[in-house]
């Protein structure tokens, strides 16, 4: 057997003749095949020197495991004012939150927004020695008492937030949670 050089001219030769042989509108899909084929080289081979996957690749973290956002709300004050401090609240959908309640105030109060709690997911109450868990609409809070509801927002929109105590409402005990 005889050995084949390949030279640089044989190549030439060859891919001339190929292109001589084929209809020019065969040479648009060629020019194409060559292109796709090229970019996926380099894009393998940029990958290779640089593993470094994008921040949308990270893998998710359970909502459960993320460290909360602590908010604070007083329900009342210590002079008996009948009032949320602060009365507007803004969460961002899908962060957890451990929204600490507290009443310093010698009446009980109502935390009560139902359409809110329908916007979210609670995780749990602690109130006390006391979890508890699953859908939660109103929180009661004696006096000198605090409550912690760990929840994570998923519906984004306002929502009024009011103590049903008879009176406290006509007072003013009122606010707005408002999720984005």
Not at 46 to 73: C, D, G, N, T
Not at 82 to 91: G, Y
């Amino acid at each position: 057997m005889q050995a084949m050089q390949i030279t640089q001219d044989s190549v030439r030769d060859s891919v001339r003749d190929s292109v001589r042989n084929q209809p020019p509108w065969m040479m648009g899909r060629k020019v194409a095949r060559s292109l796709v084929v090229g970019l996926g080289w380099l894009l393998g081979a940029w990958l290779a020197l640089f593993p470094i996957a994008p921040a949308w690749a990270a893998p998710p973290v359970a909502l459960s495991k993320q460290p909360p956002i602590e908010v604070s709300v007083e329900l009342g004050t210590a002079a008996g004012e009948l009032r949320f401090v602060p009365n507007h609240l803004e969460f961002e959908a899908g962060k957890r939150y451990t929204l600490h309640l507290s009443n310093n105030s010698p009446t009980k109060h109502y935390f009560t927004a139902k359409d809110f709690a329908d916007g979210i997911w609670s995780q749990k109450v602690d109130a006390g020695n006391v979890e508890v868990k699953g859908a939660i609409h109103e929180l009661e809070l004696r006096p000198n008492t605090v409550a912690d509801w760990v929840f994570v927002p998923v519906r984004s929109g306002r929502y009024a937030l009011r103590c049903t105590v008879p009176g406290h409402t006509e007072a003013g005990m009122t606010g707005e949670l408002v999720i984005h």
